[in-house]
């Protein structure tokens, strides 16, 4: 059967009572608490460190004058033996600190336990509370609850152990123990010093005055007696300095081994920190798979529930057909810009072409001269009928062949920066390429006799 543990700490100020639950509330940085467990944490009557001590100092404004020396919060811990807390379930430590508050509140009046939390972040369990020792004749009096002796102490943790710690299978620790009691507050020291760096320790270097120069050979006799008695100084300073360093390097070893005992001493439970947040990582990934999936399934559930399996096909076909016209739309989008930066390459190209020969030359011609009349506005250009003149141009005029001038309207005409205007534009050019060829084959024989083109 293990231990149940109650531990007490007085706080003499507001600033101390500030200074823990800074702790409590995790608004300052703790080394041996997991963040990742943090929110698993429980507040009870505040939700931060202003409510708490406003809770504090609405029960202080009913003291008036208070001594200097007075104990203004009572700060409990309660936990149990890892071995034995770990061994319950949630629920069932949930029970233990559950029935170990309302001990509390029974003792000292709920409207005195200012606030109170649960910490489940760190390696043990443990719940903590705050108490405003006012007693039953309405005055601050923390010697009425934890008394001047170690006696009253005891029967303290006797009366929990007793009222609480039996009705969950934890019993009272051994009375008059050789064990030292810890406070709250050394409890908590110990515990971060497993996580602390090892002290840097720097050697100084005794200062020791140059040694004494010796005389000449034809120095006087004086001169000789102080180097004598210099150097005797010298050599004492010497030997001291000596000492003192080795003092100093004995302290530095010793300071050294104790940090690399200490560090030592808490490892493993660095370690079982370290796995456990791992597991607890491992835990609620694999949590959050099992909720999306049993909602989902909760969700399919309320549906079938709901509509008959005709109406679900149904909706299914909606949605389906919705996100079709979404994607649709999407891909129109997308064409359209692309259709668009399309078009502004080809405006922009129309200068380079008058460069070159051919169709691709006949056609820039006319598609630069509208594009002045439009006062360079593309938009304002009707490019079929620009592509009809420099079709008609290039074949009846110049005898380009259809391939050529289509190739080049392709290509080059903004008109066709859409692909699917393709198809219309060939069959319009294969439908009047035989009587522009006939028209250029009459022009060129008129020629070849000596004729004026129209003069029959």
């Known amino acids: 059967m293990g231990f149940a543990i109650l531990r007490t700490q007085k706080l003499k100020s507001g600033t101390a009572l500030r200074r823990s639950l800074m702790h409590a509330f995790r608004e300052q940085d703790t080394p041996n608490a997991d963040p990742d467990r943090t929110p698993e944490n429980t507040h009870i009557g505040a939700t931060g460190v202003g409510e708490a001590l406003a809770a504090y100092n609405a029960r202080m404004a009913t003291q008036g004058t208070v001594r200097a020396n007075a104990v203004h919060v009572i700060e409990y811990l309660v936990t149990a033996s890892p071995e034995d807390l770990h061994g319950k379930n949630r629920e069932q430590q949930d029970a233990y600190f559950r029935d170990a508050l309302d001990w509390l509140k029974d003792k000292h009046s709920a409207e005195n336990v200012v606030y109170a939390g649960i910490h489940r972040d760190e390696t043990t369990p443990h719940l903590y509370a705050y108490v405003v020792p006012i007693d039953r004749k309405g005055k601050l009096n923390c010697r009425a609850y934890l008394g001047g002796t170690k006696h009253t102490m005891s029967k303290l943790q006797t009366d929990f152990a007793k009222d609480v710690g039996q009705r969950h299978g934890l019993e009272r620790g051994i009375e008059n123990s050789k064990a030292k009691h810890v406070s709250i507050r050394q409890y908590y020291s ?11 320790v720097k050697t100084p270097v005794p200062r020791l005055r140059p040694e004494p120069e010796k005389p000449g050979l034809f120095a006087g006799k004086q001169a000789k007696a102080d180097y004598e008695y210099d150097r005797e100084q010298w050599e004492r300073e010497r030997d001291k ?4 360093r080795q003092q100093h390097m004995a302290e530095v070893k010793a300071q050294r081994d104790n940090a690399v005992e200490i560090a030592q001493r808490y490892q493993p439970q660095a370690h079982e920190a370290v796995a456990l947040k791992g597991e607890v990582r491992q835990l609620k990934a694999a949590n959050n798979a099992v909720a999306k999936n049993a909602a989902k399934l909760r969700e399919q559930a309320a549906i079938a529930e709901l509509f008959t399996p005709e ?3 149904r909706a299914r076909l909606r949605k389906q057909q919705q996100n079709d016209l979404v994607k649709r739309q999407q891909a129109e989008k997308e064409k359209a810009e692309r259709i668009r930066a399309e078009r502004a390459r080809r405006v922009q190209g129309i200068q380079q072409l008058l460069q070159r020969g051919g169709a691709a030359h006949t056609f820039a011609v006319h598609a630069a001269q509208a594009l ?5 506005n593309p938009d304002k250009v009707g490019w079929t009928g620009v592509e009809a003149a420099a079709t008609i141009e290039a074949m009846a005029k110049y005898g380009q062949t259809s391939e050529n001038v289509l190739k080049a309207l392709l290509t080059h005409s903004p008109g066709r920066a859409d692909p699917d205007s393709h198809a219309a534009l060939r069959a319009d050019v294969e439908r009047i390429a035989p009587g522009l060829e006939a028209q250029y084959a009459r022009q060129r024989a008129d020629r070849d006799q000596g004729h004026t083109p129209g003069m029959r």
């Open 241 to 244: 300095a000596e000492r003192q």
């Open 190 to 200: 110990r515990v971060n010093k497993g996580f602390e760096p090892l002290p840097e």
């Open 372 to 376: 002045r009349n439009a006062d360079g």
């Open 311 to 313: 109406e679900i096909e």
